[in-house]
């Protein structure tokens, strides 16, 4: 049950995980990709249930790290050390990432994926949004750097749960935003053209928060 007497102490976590998505979602990944090309050659509809199902991947990997991290702690009094350790250096890894795309020489890339020619419903795109979230090493490694942001030492579960269930809903509402705009070509433009001030703020972020988690604060 949240403790809405002391909701201010974890607040700051909260956000700052909730923040930690946003730019991960931000941050071009094996997810975005996927949904940009149905976006752009199946349509809105096919983006959308793609979108869904991300989302919901998502948000199954968050309980899962979430419910995992909780028996460990149980079991073992220095998990969180290590697993913020670990949450520290795969931010500051994702932030040697994105500054080397923001320096890299632009790359020519196509609008669209090429068709395979099948009919697939709408629960065949949920499906293979989910499957793909699921399998997605970044997004699990997204997940426990996410986890050890907003869950520190002694920090209640109910903190934990609603980092989980927020950053699921935000999860899936930006990448069915995306999925909106992907099925435009001017937006895919536009989105390719900031890429390299995207970058460069995403490096800046993740780096700043890496070093956060490693020094312990």
Request: hydrophobic letters at 50%.
């Amino acid at each position: 049950m949240i403790d809405f007497a002391n909701i201010s102490l974890y607040l700051p976590g909260i956000l700052l995980a909730y923040t930690a998505l946003m730019m991960g979602l931000i941050s071009p990944g094996p997810a975005l990709l996927g949904l940009m090309g149905v976006s752009l050659e199946r349509g809105r509809r096919a983006g959308h249930c793609f979108a869904i199902g991300i989302g919901t991947g998502s948000l199954c990997i968050g309980i899962l790290t979430l419910t995992g991290l909780s028996a460990l702690l149980a079991t073992w009094a220095d998990a969180m050390t290590v697993i913020r350790i670990a949450g520290g250096l795969y931010l500051l890894w994702l932030a040697f990432k994105a500054f080397r795309s923001a320096f890299r020489p632009k790359q020519v890339a196509g609008d669209t994926i090429t068709p395979d020619g099948k009919h697939i419903s709408g629960m065949g795109y949920f499906t293979r949004g989910l499957s793909l979230h699921l399998t997605n090493p970044k997004a699990i490694l997204t997940w426990i750097a996410i986890i050890s942001i907003g869950f520190a030492d002694g920090t209640p579960l109910w903190v934990g749960w609603v980092i989980v269930l927020g950053c699921g809903t935000i999860s899936t509402l930006v990448h069915f935003a995306y999925a909106t705009a992907f099925s435009t070509r001017p937006a895919i433009s536009l989105y390719r053209r900031a890429a390299r001030w995207i970058n460069g703020i995403l490096g800046i972020f993740f780096a700043a928060v890496g070093i956060r988690l490693l020094a312990g604060r």
